[in-house]
């Protein structure tokens, strides 16, 4: 099957309220344009170094969206391309995104990204970290950040009881939130979960975005040494 092909077949699969993100690491920029061309406008990075060097090839209207682990030494750079990043996982790279947006007269989306997977190896915030940012986030009326939500990746594994359950606990917490600090705040309304392995049920537990590469771009060559 082609990429585009390929495309066709998820965007099936993805219901319309649910943005699907394609998740283009690792892919040359050619791949990228092929599913533009089919319609597709949502990519997703995990790579700053890797952003920088795609975003200036593509058009305008490419929405990109950061997935990976940010350090804070890398945010200034990637402010004038990114829409949302996926992966705050501190106050202080909260913060910093704020004030880099700031500084560039920008508003950057911005999801929390939980840790809900049951093995060792994800990253992410607690519940009671994710919390007490959102504290903070209340406090501070940051004028160029928006927390539009929750991110998080489930196990790597085959158990779909497993993968369901810790969807549904970051789901309950979404919920939590929402009550508690969102209640008038229309912008917090994204569950960004699910990948090529788990996005139909992701979908089935209320996902409203999936961050999905594999089933698209098909296998990612890693270039080592
Ligand atoms: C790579 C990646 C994805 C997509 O993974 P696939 O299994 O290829 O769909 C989604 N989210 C994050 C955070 C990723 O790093």
């Not at 705050?88 to 990204?113: G, P």
């Not at 998080?152 to 789901?171: H, P, T, V, W, Y």
Request: proline share 3%; glycine share 6%; net charge neutral.
């Amino acid at each position: 099957m082609s990429i585009e092909e390929r495309l066709t077949t998820i965007l099936k699969e993805v219901p319309p309220k649910v943005k699907l993100i394609a998740v283009s690491k690792t892919q040359p920029v050619d791949a990228l344009l092929a599913v533009y061309r089919v319609g597709q406008r949502m990519f997703g990075e995990n790579k700053a170094q890797e952003l920088l060097q795609k975003a200036p090839n593509m058009p305008g209207d490419v929405e990109w969206h950061f997935i990976g682990h940010l350090q804070t030494n890398k945010v200034r750079s990637i402010i004038p391309y990114v829409h949302t990043i996926h992966s705050i996982d501190s106050f202080r790279l909260l913060k910093m995104v704020h004030d880099e947006a700031a500084r560039a007269n920008r508003t950057i989306h911005c999801l929390l990204q939980i840790y809900i997977a049951t093995e060792e190896t994800k990253f992410g915030l607690s519940e009671i970290e994710a919390i007490d940012i959102v504290k903070r986030y209340k406090q501070e009326q940051f004028q160029h950040v928006k927390v539009v939500g929750l991110m998080g990746m489930a196990s790597f594994s085959e158990e779909e009881q497993l993968i369901r359950s810790e969807f549904r606990a970051i789901k309950k917490l979404f919920n939590q939130m929402k009550e508690v600090y969102f209640n008038d705040d229309p912008w917090f309304k994204e569950l960004s979960i699910g990948m090529t392995s788990d996005f139909k049920i992701a979908i089935e537990e209320g996902s409203t975005m999936v961050r999905v590469g594999t089933a698209i771009f098909g296998e990612r060559q890693y270039i080592t040494g």
